[in-house]
């Protein structure tokens, strides 16, 4: 069962415009939550991050938003430029008990292509 | 510098080996992981390891067994190979255990025949 939805396979944005790729989850006990980006034969690079206590964190072009009520996060790239094509992961973690953890949980990734 | 290594990049070998894959952090982390990413391209975690000890160990085969010989090392060993182990391979690295961005290496690309 797939805890970390990404439900567009791709996505297509001409430069210069916002990109805004989504993630829906269905853990209640994720509460950090993350997005990579990865250029084929390569490994996925962090981008960034956001903690459950927060609703927004904004790096540069990069904003991520959560929506825990609906349990939904974003990622807003503005403006978006030809280096960001590539395939951009959703992950999330549950909190740490002492006991074990569960790593990261990935969504399965969304292609974005930017159109010059 | 690469802040996370793994060797070799492409591995190609037959059913019934045993086959190993090394990985180096530079970073100083705690924490390292290994994940496989199969053909449908899910990221799955199969181990952890936090300062030598093995802390996840996910549904996976015994025939794949980590070894950390000290913090900045994860090899990963699988005996036995399988057709349906091919896939690629990623390990990880983080701070901490918990809201600790990982990071990855560029994969092993594992081809069973």
């Known amino acids: 069962d797939q805890q970390v939805k990404q439900n567009s396979p791709s996505l297509s944005v001409q430069e210069g415009r916002i990109s805004i790729l989504n993630c829906d989850y269905t853990?209640?006990?994720?509460?950090?939550f993350l997005w990579y980006k990865k250029y084929p034969a390569e490994g996925p690079t962090f981008l960034i991050s956001?903690?459950?206590?927060?609703d927004k964190n904004e790096d540069g072009r990069f904003t991520v938003f959560l929506n825990k009520s609906a349990k939904h996060l974003s990622l807003h790239i503005v403006p978006s430029q030809p280096g960001d094509s590539a395939v951009y992961f959703c992950?999330?973690?549950?909190?740490?008990?002492?006991?074990?953890?569960?790593?990261?949980?990935f969504g399965k990734g969304t292609h974005l292509i930017i159109q010059p | 510098d690469t802040a996370v290594s793994q060797t070799p990049k492409y591995l190609v070998t037959q059913m019934g080996n045993d086959k190993s894959i090394k990985c180096e952090q530079n970073?100083?982390?705690?924490?390292m992981y290994w994940y496989k990413q199969d053909s449908k391209k899910f990221l799955k975690i199969m181990f952890s390891?936090?300062?030598?000890?093995?802390?996840i160990n996910e549904t996976v085969p015994n025939r794949f067994s980590p070894k950390s010989p000290d913090k900045a090392h994860l090899n990963l060993h699988i005996n036995s190979l399988e057709l349906g182990d091919s896939a690629v391979y990623f390990c990880?690295?983080?701070?901490?255990?918990?809201?600790?961005?990982?990071?990855f290496g560029n994969g092993t690309r594992l081809t069973v025949t």
């Open positions: 853990n209640s006990m994720f509460d950090y």
């Open positions: 390891y936090n300062n030598k000890e093995l802390i």
């Open positions: 970073l100083g982390h705690d924490t």
């Open positions: 992950a999330a973690q549950g909190a740490y008990s002492g006991g074990g953890a569960d790593g990261l949980t």
């Open positions: 956001i903690s459950s206590i927060k």
């Open positions: 990880a690295s983080s701070r901490a255990l918990g809201n600790s961005p990982l990071h």
